[in-house]
């Protein structure tokens, strides 16, 4: 089974992928990466090589991956759906009502569309 | 209405419309399958042979192609994995996947079905605009006219894929080349540089041909290899055609989508397509399959480019701005039989509205047809090199930009911009607004000073007409003003729904001392021309000016930022951790990119191109055909001897009877005025 973190170079990506990697170790499941970032800018090498190393450590595996599809919110139900994903870690932070009205919201289609349980973490904690 | 619609149908029954209309469909198809053209070159090349036409038939030739390009250009998308147009990159997602199932089949018929579907609900759109848009149309004096002409070059603009401010700087400068000529107000000669040629204007035939009919080509004709794999077309026919009864709602979704995408300027059939599949994941509840072959991935999208077509032709028809480049063309062709889209049209011209509508829908269903039983030998067509069909490209394409004034600078106008094209394409400007620029600069000054004179002041501002399009014309820039913000501050992540494309290697120069090149020449083109209007009248110059200066000011900008990266790039640490990230962003991007092979391949294909118009211009087009042809397929397309004799002779008999065959004269050398 496999945790899937959605991942972003943003506070509330690294605050999923921080959650993602206990997720993991909880349920001593996989760990899954999804880069929704807009750009290319993925973790850096040095990075990837500790988290896999402790990911190593307890007898679990990390995997990258990415989609076709365009939109971020599509490439990771894609994923999820595709590999069979127990839960999806995701990152928010606070939307004005108007915000989301005009603009849309990946997270909240996310958390409409998943087929599997979905963990939310904020960014913003107080 | 109904009446003027079914007397227009009854007109089709005229054998010579209906055979143009065939003619019309089955050319289309064939520009389809090639990789580039799409629909504005299939108007481009169609065009000139309309010169001698009655309107119905010019019409029914040239949206029986139009309707159809859309339809075929999936076949090789399918089959090889090499999409014959840019939008059919999406169905090729989904098609070729299937295709290595071994249900090509089974992809073909759902896209000629969903096609066939997209340009009959295309059509039907149409049809219903006419009454819902009338009363609206109606009641447009100049200054709404105006400012609908405004607003159609710079939505085109803001609209275009890419960077803004690339758009708006390509829009101004086709105006300003649209300005070429005499002046509409006070036939005083503009930008002629004393020139007769000059004075009539540039043509549109050359100028489109030039910059995007050449600039393909010569960004294209280094692929000499054809595919070489094995087409198998597999089972699935019957498998394809259940499934599209069943994704019927995915038709109509992706139709209607086609149609918004085709009404707003710019966004042409490109993103409308992005837009269908994007919205066809996202409503799909198991999304597993798409990009492996859902069915779902390819009725969306193929009926969403079809509709396009037809949704462009809305706005050109109705209020005179184009939604997309061939439609452009289509409008300045109109201009040239002196019918004026918008609310003349309506009025005076009902008839040919209807026309269109019914040629529209027949050719879809015509065009599907055709497809179905003739889908093994297009699939055959596929396999030619790009460089083999491009030596007979550009003789056709010559000889096209020929036709409109029968003069042989056309066709150096017709090079030359060709190069600024395929800089501007490698670059990363959008050209749809460029040429929507071009077409709309007369009626823009019009308009204007009609307005001008029947207004005191600025109280034409206050019509609620203008004011809703200058709504409509501000708020996109805030809404880009906006995003780009939220990027900056990297707020923008979880900002909803992103259909738009992958990021495509359309502009490979960018960034490069080629942009800064392309930027250059835009900052020395507004000054030129600020500096040279001074001399005109003041009534000749006003709008010249404002342009100008306004290109001045944003090519200025672009300028200021390519000179900037430069110099960012150039001190050396952070030109290390800037190629670092370069490389992490795309491992084969490159940081500084001279003399790339592609470009010395286009530039040289350019330099055939001028020789073979320097052979036209001594000897005439038919001892030049038969020396370029055979030397551009030995040595560029690097041909057999047999292909090469045949290729050309075939093409010289052809040459030879067409002009008793269509009304096109054949370009004369200096030799030939000697004898």
Known sequence: MTVLVAYASAPEGREALTEGIKEAHRRKSDLLIVNIGRGHHDLDAQELQELEGQLTEAGLALTIESSILADPGDAVIQIAQDRGVEVIVIGLRHRSMVGKLILGSTVQRILLDATCPVLAVRADKL | ?675
Not at chain 2, 28 to 37: C, K, V
Not at chain 2, 420 to 433: I, Q, V
Not at chain 2, 602 to 631: D, E, N, S
Request: charged share 15%.
């Open chain 2, 1 to 675: 209405m109904l009446d003027s619609a079914m007397a227009a149908l009854a007109s089709l029954a005229d054998p010579s419309l209906l055979i143009m209309l065939l003619i019309g469909t089955v050319a289309g198809l064939i520009m389809g399958l090639i990789p580039g053209l799409g629909g504005t070159g299939a108007v481009a090349i169609l065009l000139p042979i309309t010169f001698g036409m009655e309107p119905p038939q010019a019409l029914a030739l040239l949206i029986g192609a139009l309707a159809v390009v859309h339809t075929s250009d999936t076949v090789s998308a399918v089959l090889l994995g090499a999409p014959g147009s840019a939008s059919a990159s999406v169905t090729m997602l989904d098609g070729y996947s299937m295709a290595k199932k071994g249900q090509a089949a089974r992809a073909l018929t759902l896209a000629f079905l969903s096609s066939m579907a997209g340009g009959i609900i295309g059509a039907v759109g149409l049809t219903l605009a006419i009454p819902l848009a009338r009363p609206l149309v109606l009641s447009f004096a100049s200054p709404e006219l105006f400012m609908l002409t405004v607003l159609g070059v710079s939505l085109a603009a803001v609209l275009s894929r890419g960077n803004i401010i690339k758009g708006v700087s390509a829009g101004l400068l086709g105006l300003i080349l649209g300005m070429v000529g005499t002046s509409p107000t006070t036939a005083e000669e503009r930008f002629t540089f004393g020139s007769l040629f000059l004075g009539d204007g540039l043509s549109l035939v050359a100028v489109a041909l030039g910059i995007f009919g050449l600039a393909e080509i010569a960004s294209r004709a280094s692929q000499r290899r054809g595919q070489k794999q094995i087409i198998t077309l597999g089972g699935g026919w019957g498998q394809g055609i259940r499934e599209w009864l069943t994704h019927w709602t995915h038709v109509i979704r992706g139709a209607l989508i086609g149609i918004w995408a085709g009404v707003l300027p710019g966004v042409g059939a490109t993103a409308g397509t992005w837009m269908a599949y994007g919205q066809a994941v996202a409503t799909a509840k198991d999304k597993r399959q798409f990009g492996k072959g859902d069915p779902r991935g390819i009725v969306g999208p193929e009926s969403a480019n079809n509709s396009v077509e037809a949704g462009d032709l809305i706005p050109t028809l109705l209020f005179g701005i184009p939604g997309g480049v061939p439609s452009a063309m289509l409008l300045g062709m109109l201009l040239t039989y002196g019918i004026q889209p918008g609310p003349s049209i309506i009025t005076e011209h009902l008839d040919l509205m209807y026309l269109i509508v019914w040629s529209f829908a027949i050719a879809s269903v015509l065009g599907a047809l055709l497809c179905f039983l003739s889908v093994k030998q297009l699939a055959k067509l596929t396999k030619v090199p790009f460089a083999i069909l491009a030596a007979g490209l550009v003789a056709v394409m010559l000889l096209g930009s020929f036709q409109e004034g029968g003069q042989l600078g056309d066709l150096w106008i017709m090079i030359i911009l060709g190069v600024f094209g395929w800089l501007l394409k490698s670059t990363g400007f959008p050209r749809a607004p460029f040429l929507i620029g071009f077409v709309l600069a007369i009626p823009l000054e019009r308009y204007y000073f009609l307005t001008d004179s029947l207004y005191e002041g600025f109280d034409w501002m206050a019509r609620p007409g203008v004011l809703v399009f200058l709504a409509i014309l501000i708020l996109p820039m805030i809404w880009a003003f906006i995003k780009f913000i939220r990027t900056r501050r990297k707020t923008n992540l979880d900002d909803g729904h992103r259909d738009e494309q992958p990021e495509d290697d359309e502009a490979p120069l960018k960034n490069s001392t080629w942009s800064l090149t392309a930027s250059g020449i835009f900052f020395v083109a507004f000054a030129a021309a600020l500096i040279s209007s001074a001399s005109f009248s003041p009534e000749a110059r006003l709008v010249p000016q404002l342009v100008s200066t306004g290109g001045l000011i944003f090519s200025g900008f672009l300028l200021f930022i390519e000179i900037r990266r430069r110099l960012r790039d150039r001190t050396p640490k952070a030109g290390e951790t800037l190629a670092e990230e370069a490389d992490g962003i795309r491992g084969t991007q490159p940081a500084k990119a001279g003399w790339t092979l592609d470009a010395k391949f286009a530039l040289k294909t350019f330099l055939w191109m001028t020789g073979f118009l320097a052979l036209t211009a001594a000897f005439g087009y038919l001892i030049a055909v038969t020396i370029f042809i055979p030397a551009f397929l030995l040595i560029v397309a690097r041909a057999r001897l047999k292909v090469a004799i045949i290729y050309t002779g075939v093409l010289y008999v052809a040459l030879l009877a067409l002009p008793s065959l269509l009304p096109i004269d054949l370009p004369q050398g200096w030799l030939n005025t000697l004898v």
